[in-house]
């Protein structure tokens, strides 16, 4: 079946450090990828997606590459802030009615 | 308000009672999907719904479960016979096209005593 598998956490960084976020998937056919973010106190938000092997996904100094090749769809950010504190899901959709299969999360903190 | 809104956000419940949650989707956006979410893990789906039609239902759906999106608006998930193992956040999201723009409600956090 289905899967997703993403680096178990918490990661902690100081602020401006690079982050990776590494994840990788199992799928039949050729899925969708997506890193969605949950802030603290609020719901879940896409913060990025690639549909086809070798795109990019960016969004808000975050990105991550489709690799067919690997399986991985790893998540990175040059330098991050406090206000990235958060988790983060890694996630594939491969069915025609697009529902998702989410990873376990991933949990950031950067301190000051 | 342009979000999906869910309610109750909390709902505490002894075991064996039967629950009913609601989720209110973006009004335009066709399809409605619930998830499940168990603390440490990432959200499980549950079933979807395009229009008023139940189109896939998940494993993890059991008899004690039900949803139902009368008229292709707001949709209800209910858990009859409620057991510890059903406490968890139940997410509920809306998504309107092709472009996976799924719009995520906060979310019905259950606890079962």
């Known amino acids: 079946g289905n899967s997703v598998t993403q680096m178990e956490g918490p990661v902690t960084l100081s602020e401006e450090a690079f982050l990776t976020i590494n994840c990788t998937y199992t799928a039949t056919g050729y899925p969708s990828l997506f890193w969605y973010v949950q802030y603290p106190g609020e719901g879940l938000q896409l913060l990025l997606k690639?549909?086809?092997?070798?795109d990019k996904g960016s969004n808000k100094g975050f990105e991550a590459t489709y690799r067919k090749e690997t399986t991985s769809f790893h998540l990175e950010k040059g330098s991050v802030q406090v206000s990235d504190s958060a988790v983060y899901f890694c996630?594939?959709?491969?069915?025609?009615?697009?529902?998702?299969?989410f990873g376990k999360g991933t949990s950031l903190l950067v301190t000051p | 308000d342009t979000g999906v809104s869910q309610n109750p956000r909390h709902k505490i419940t002894k075991r064996g009672q039967n629950v009913t949650f609601r989720c209110d989707p973006i009004?335009?956006?066709?399809?409605l999907y619930w998830y499940r979410q168990t603390l440490g893990q990432g959200p499980e789906f549950l079933t979807y719904f395009q229009n008023e039609a139940q189109l896939e239902k998940s494993r993890l759906l059991s008899d004690r479960f039900s949803a139902e999106r009368p008229k292709g608006s707001f949709s209800t998930l209910e858990i009859q016979r409620t057991e510890q193992g059903d406490s968890a956040m139940y997410l509920c999201a809306s998504l309107g096209g092709a472009d996976y723009g799924y719009t995520f409600g906060s979310g019905t956090r259950l606890t079962v005593v």
């Open positions: 009004s335009e956006h066709n399809r």
């Open positions: 996630a594939l959709s491969a069915n025609s009615g697009y529902a998702l299969n």
């Open positions: 690639a549909t086809k092997a070798d």
